[in-house]
Nanobody, 124 residues
Framework: QVQLVESGGGLVQTGGSLRLSCAASGRTFSGYAMGWLRQAPGKEREFVGAISWSGRSTYYADSVKGRFTISRDNAKNTVNLQMNSLKPEDTAVYYC?????????????????WGQGTQVTVSS
């Protein structure tokens, strides 16, 4: 059973930074791509970014490109999301997610496993 546990959310002012972390367990972490997704109240689930199993390839939503950075440590079974220059529209619950297949996807509905989520609130 894949388990994903996020941490690092909180309240930050516009222009601030947060670093989210996700600890994974339950299967070989290094064999699969990982993603970050978010969902704001009353809005659809949204793709934020993803990283390939090796960490050599990363993918970002246009809305966060240049501000967010995904990284992973396969030795520690963790994936991180560094968020800089935060905006009020980044406010959402952020989820770490992965799939039952190896390939990366930018479709937020193609992720099979989710963490419990961590709240990020950006005040204006």
């Amino acid at each position: 059973q894949v388990q994903l546990v996020e941490s690092g959310g909180g309240l930050v002012q516009t222009g601030g930074s947060l670093r989210l972390s996700c600890a994974a367990s339950g299967r070989t972490f290094s064999g699969y791509a990982m993603g970050w997704l978010r969902q704001a109240p009353g809005k659809e689930r949204e793709f934020v970014g993803a990283i390939s199993w090796s960490g050599r390839s990363t993918y970002y939503a246009d809305s966060v490109k240049g501000r967010f950075t995904i990284s992973r440590d396969n030795a520690k079974n963790t994936v991180n999301l560094q968020m800089n220059s935060l905006k009020p529209e980044d406010t959402a619950v952020y989820y770490c997610a992965t799939r039952t297949v190896v390939a990366v996807t930018t479709n937020p509905y193609e992720y099979d496993y989710w963490g419990q989520g961590t709240q990020v609130t950006v005040s204006s």
